[in-house]
C-alpha cells in the first residue's frame, strides 16, 4: 500500500513540476503579445504625429511618461539614447527600458545576457534585436525594433519533442 501511494506521490509531483514549467512559458507568451500590443500602439501613435507634422519638420521619437523615445523610420518603438538609423543595433540598456515603458507593471528584468539569475527575466541584446528571456532558457521572444518583428521561442517544447 505505501508503495502505491509512493508511486502516486511520485507522479503527482512530476506532473506538477510539468505544469509550473508550461505557466512560466505560457507566461512570457502572455507577456509577449502585451510587449506587441503597446509597441503597436505607439506606432499608431507616432503615425498619426507623421501625418499632422508640419512640412519639413523631422520627427523620429516620442514623450512617453517624460521619457524620450526614439522609433525606427517604419515607427517602432527603438531606442532611448540617440534617434534610429538603418544600422541601430539595440544594447541592454535599450532593451529593458523598452521592457519597462512598454509593459504596465512588468515583471522585474534584469538587464545583460550573462548577469546574476535572482530574477526571472533577462532583457539584452542580440545583434538587430532584443532577446526577453526566461532566466531559465526554456522561453524567449526577440523584438526587432527596426521592423517591429517579435518572434516567441519555447525551447522546452523543442526538447521534449526530440
Known amino acids: 500500500m505505501a508503495t502505491v ?3 502516486i506521490a511520485l507522479i503527482a ?16 507568451e502572455i507577456i509577449s503579445h502585451h510587449f506587441m500590443t ?29 521619457q524620450l523615445i526614439y522609433l525606427s523610420s517604419d515607427g517602432w518603438p527603438a531606442s532611448f ?12 540598456e535599450d532593451c529593458s527600458r523598452l521592457w519597462t515603458l512598454l509593459l504596465q507593471n512588468p515583471a522585474p528584468i534584469t ?14 541584446a542580440q545583434t538587430a534585436a532584443c532577446r526577453y528571456q526566461l532566466v531559465s532558457g526554456e522561453a524567449y521572444f526577440d523584438y526587432f525594433p527596426l521592423s517591429g518583428r517579435l518572434l516567441f521561442s519555447d525551447i522546452s517544447e523543442k526538447s521534449l519533442k526530440d
Open 5 to 7: 501511494i509512493a508511486l
Open 13 to 28: 509531483l512530476d506532473r506538477y513540476t510539468l505544469m509550473t514549467k508550461d505557466a512560466r512559458v505560457l507566461r512570457l
Open 38 to 66: 503597446a509597441a503597436a500602439t505607439l506606432r499608431t501613435r507616432f503615425l498619426l504625429t507623421q501625418v499632422t507634422k508640419m512640412p519639413g519638420q523631422l520627427r523620429t521619437g516620442l514623450l512617453i511618461d517624460g
Open 81 to 92: 539614447t540617440a534617434p534610429v538609423n538603418q544600422r541601430y543595433q539595440p544594447s541592454d
Open 111 to 124: 538587464a545583460g545576457q550573462f548577469t546574476d539569475q535572482s530574477g526571472k527575466y533577462r532583457a539584452f
